[in-house]
């Protein structure tokens, strides 16, 4: 009488609480099976992931049409360098906070370090390698070394795209205008003043092709 007392004052016993582990081990096991998918396969056995795959896409490349071979992981920075040679398109930070990989998709400025290479497919891609003519360099180019607007170079491509679809988009931007559409470049070197004079610069002369 005493151990019955001593249950009920103390509520299950371990025999009951075992048991109940027990049991609920049961319902887990019948509730995964209950939302476990259809897949017509015998009880116990799972249906096998979709395995993403390597893919051919075509796109532009500084005008000219390029079909390859890219891996889902693939960054675009990783397809422009390794594969395609555009190594002017620089590897700095490498996950999306300094600009120095910055490359034009279709006009608009984008981190090339942390875009899907599969997702240029149909798109036109702009790097610094496709802005000289020949010998002749492209306007921001030209006012970049007009107003000594680099130092060790890193960050200047990067800074050149950025540039040319800021102009694109507005030609002849505000001071804080300019400054908001670099914001996402970085110079470690700190010669943005100089880099803000260039853009300044070239946003001040008219009829120019950008």
Do not use: W
């Not at 249950?7 to 582990?21: N, P, Q, Y």
């Not at 998918?37 to 992931?49: D, I, N, R, T, Y």
């Not at 490498?94 to 608009?108: E, F, K, W």
Request: net charge positive.
């Amino acid at each position: 009488m005493p151990s019955q007392n001593r249950k009920t004052k103390k509520g299950l016993s371990r025999r009951d609480f075992l048991k109940g582990i027990g049991g609920g081990a049961v319902g887990t096991a019948i509730s995964t099976g209950l939302l476990r998918p259809a897949s017509g396969l015998p009880a116990g056995q799972e249906a096998p992931l979709p395995l993403l795959g390597k893919k051919t896409i075509n796109f532009e490349l500084n005008g000219k049409q390029v079909s390859v071979e890219v891996e889902p992981r693939e960054t675009l920075l990783q397809l422009l360098r390794e594969k395609l040679q555009m190594t002017g398109t620089k590897r700095v930070c490498d996950h999306g906070s300094c600009g120095g990989c910055t490359v034009l998709i279709n006009n608009q400025a984008v981190y090339s370090c942390l875009y899907p290479a599969f997702k240029v497919d149909g798109k036109r891609v702009l790097t610094v390698e496709g802005l000289a003519q020949g010998d002749k360099l492209h306007p921001v180019q030209q006012a970049f070394i007009d107003h000594d607007a680099y130092q060790c170079g890193f960050c200047t491509p990067g800074f050149i795209l950025a540039t040319l679809a800021l102009l694109r988009k507005k030609a002849t931007p505000s001071l804080e205008e300019v400054k908001a559409g670099l914001n996402g470049n970085i110079c470690r070197c700190g010669n943005q003043l100089k880099i803000l004079a260039a853009v300044k610069a070239l946003a001040s002369q008219k009829g120019v092709a950008l």
